[in-house]
């Protein structure tokens, strides 16, 4: 359950679906294309009515197609129908909104509702994505990374405030991607598994496959600036097995939040070598959850009967 307020943007549920309107915004898609795609991001809300962010859904929709100059009758005339028949209201009196908030929130809403009912009826031109973003990673594929004392190179720091030549690296961290995917067909994401320990140079074939260790995995983002930046260098590809991979790294999932936030993976490459043991995790779907994961596996294990 999110947090409400008498704003329209005032739920963290608003706040994340504000992120998915901006994200979808820039595929090359007609306004119904888009409308369905981010129906089909935030399904329950979208289409289930009994669901508490099922109006926020669609004004905060409505608000922001309008914001944004993209024009669907069915995006208005829901939020319009949502203001008048006052649902809204209704749902924030259900979830426990006292009578004076209630009254500040209808009076937001009425302020709302003229910005999408004064929208033009006609979306103007907007700059959209030429094609899926390309993949930085192969599937399987394991990455070398300069390390100082376990830190990664910050790839979002300009030259401005960074000098490499003063940076001084005292060893190597190692990546193993075991999955990737697109948001939406477009945006790229990646599952990925950092080594235990940092290493002092490239492992040979052997020792990369058999003594080297890896960490439950983290999930994020690489543009092709973040490669150089990160000076990642693949060093081999293996066959992972997908059913040893869920045997070792249990609830992986779809890394569609980072797509859309774009949150790089660089944020979790840092090698520390804390131990590995029961953690709270949460899940790209936004939900808390409790893992035990086995052992640390070495690729050996990973692909198994490949192997």
């Not at 979306?123 to 599937?139: C, N």
């Not at 496959?209 to 490669?227: D, L, M």
């Not at 779809?254 to 949150?263: L, S």
Request: hydrophobic fraction near 40%; glycine fraction near 8%; include cysteine.
């Amino acid at each position: 359950m999110g947090t409400w307020g008498i704003g329209l943007y005032a739920s963290d549920f608003a706040a994340d679906l504000r992120a998915v309107i901006a994200a979808v915004s820039r595929l090359p898609l007609d306004e119904e294309g888009l409308v369905k795609a981010i129906c089909d991001a935030e399904k329950s809300a979208a289409e289930d009515r009994a669901d508490e962010d099922h109006t926020v859904f669609w004004l905060v929709l409505a608000d922001q197609f309008k914001k944004r100059g993209i024009f669907s009758t069915r995006v208005r005339d829901m939020a319009l129908a949502i203001i008048d028949d006052g649902k809204d209201v209704a749902m924030m009196h259900r979830l426990g909104m006292k009578p004076a908030d209630l009254h500040k929130r209808a009076a937001n809403l009425g302020s709302v509702r003229a910005r999408i009912a004064a929208q033009p009826m006609v979306s103007k031109p907007r700059k959209t994505m030429k094609r899926p973003e390309p993949y930085v990673f192969d599937a399987g594929g394991v990455y070398i990374y300069p390390t100082r004392d376990g830190d990664t190179i910050n790839p979002y720091m300009s030259l401005k405030y960074f000098n490499r030549t003063k940076w001084c690296p005292n060893g190597f961290g190692l990546m193993l991607v075991i999955g990737r995917g697109r948001a939406f067909d477009y945006l790229a994401w990646y599952q990925a598994v950092t080594s235990v320990e940092v290493v002092s140079s490239i492992p040979d074939r052997t020792n990369l496959i058999g003594e080297i260790r890896w960490r439950p995995p983290i999930y994020g983002t690489c543009s092709p600036a973040h490669f150089r930046k990160i000076e990642l260098e693949e060093i081999g590809v293996f066959p992972i097995d997908q059913v040893r991979l869920d045997h070792f790294f249990p609830h992986l999932a779809q890394g569609t939040f980072y797509a859309i936030h774009d949150i790089s993976l660089a944020n979790g490459m840092a090698i520390k070598g804390r131990k590995v043991g029961p953690r709270q995790w949460r899940r790209p779907d936004g939900k808390l959850e409790v893992i035990v994961y086995p052992s640390p596996p070495t690729i050996a294990e990973l692909m198994g009967s490949t192997a």
